[in-house]
């Protein structure tokens, strides 16, 4: 059973998460950046699980693409969903306004994966508001390991 893991991220916490979720995964999986590769074959594969980052409420577009584009095939695959953002109580409505209805109810796992702060990678003006929002200079983690490890275990059921 061959699994996919697609990603889209904006300052490298989704492609973190994208590859923690791999180590922890124990069949053959592949990790795509669909920044990088935005039109994927999915004929190889059962296990299709997509990530994106959450921003301002919003999730990549690279990834709103991907599954509008795939809709029709995903459905017909095992599927897994995860999100990171800097807000957790806010993680289940952002996941629900983020994903369609049918792909959420067809997944066998949904998860949230925590956020980091990495100032290196921003612009101006969002290391400006990150800053002001979460009242510190100094870039961080808070990467929620035990949500991956639970999210792999459902997904090798």
């Given at each position: 059973m061959k699994t996919l893991i697609t990603f889209a991220?904006?300052?490298?916490?989704?492609?973190?998460?994208a590859k923690k979720l791999e180590e922890k995964l124990s069949n053959d999986v592949e990790v795509i950046n669909?920044?990088?590769?935005?039109?994927?074959?999915?004929?190889?594969y059962d296990t299709v699980i997509i990530g994106g980052s959450i921003m301002m409420?919003?999730?990549n577009s690279e990834v709103?693409?991907?599954?509008?584009?795939?809709?029709?095939q995903l459905l017909q695959k095992k599927i897994g969903l995860y999100i990171c953002g800097?807000?957790?109580e806010q993680a289940d409505k952002e996941l629900r306004d983020n994903?369609?209805?049918k792909l959420i109810n067809h997944?066998?796992?949904?998860?949230?994966?925590?956020y980091e702060l990495n100032f290196e990678k921003m612009?101006?003006?969002?290391?400006a508001l990150a800053k002001k929002m979460s009242a510190t200079e100094k870039s961080f983690s808070k990467i929620i390991e035990d949500n991956i490890t639970k999210f792999a275990e459902v997904m090798k059921r």
């Open positions: 991220t904006r300052f490298g916490c989704t492609e973190k998460c669909l920044r990088n590769n935005p039109k994927i074959s999915l004929d190889k409420g919003k999730i709103k693409k991907f599954y509008n584009n795939n809709l029709a800097a807000f957790s994903f369609p209805e997944a066998v796992a949904t998860g949230y994966f925590g612009n101006f003006a969002v290391r």
